[in-house]
């Protein structure tokens, strides 16, 4: 069985790419707009890198969502 870490991890980051491709903007333009390096973006989506809180509030802000709806499992 698969690390839960990882499952959340991965969890996320497709929900983080899933709501970036609904506004139609590129990894490039959301890390502009999350005030974040296109790179994490990409490794965030990918679930390769544990995101902190604060920067998860920034994607949730970027992305006009409550982080509630970004993290429920």
Same mark, same amino acid.
């Given at each position: 069985m698969a690390n839960p870490q990882k499952q959340f991890l991965i969890f996320l980051g497709k929900k983080i790419r899933q709501e970036r491709e609904k506004m139609g903007v590129s990894q490039e333009q959301f890390g502009k707009l $999350?005030?974040?390096? =296109?790179?994490?973006?990409?490794?965030? *989506? =990918?679930? *390769?890198?544990?995101?902190?809180?604060?920067?998860?509030k920034r994607? $949730?802000? $970027?992305?006009?969502?409550?982080? =509630?709806?970004?993290?429920?499992f």
């Amino acid at each position: 069985m698969a690390n839960p870490q990882k499952q959340f991890l991965i969890f996320l980051g497709k929900k983080i790419r899933q709501e970036r491709e609904k506004m139609g903007v590129s990894q490039e333009q959301f890390g502009k707009l $999350a005030k974040v390096h =296109r790179t994490y973006v990409g490794m965030i *989506e =990918r679930g *390769e890198k544990n995101i902190t809180l604060y920067n998860l509030k920034r994607f $949730a802000d $970027a992305l006009g969502l409550p982080v =509630r709806d970004l993290i429920d499992f």
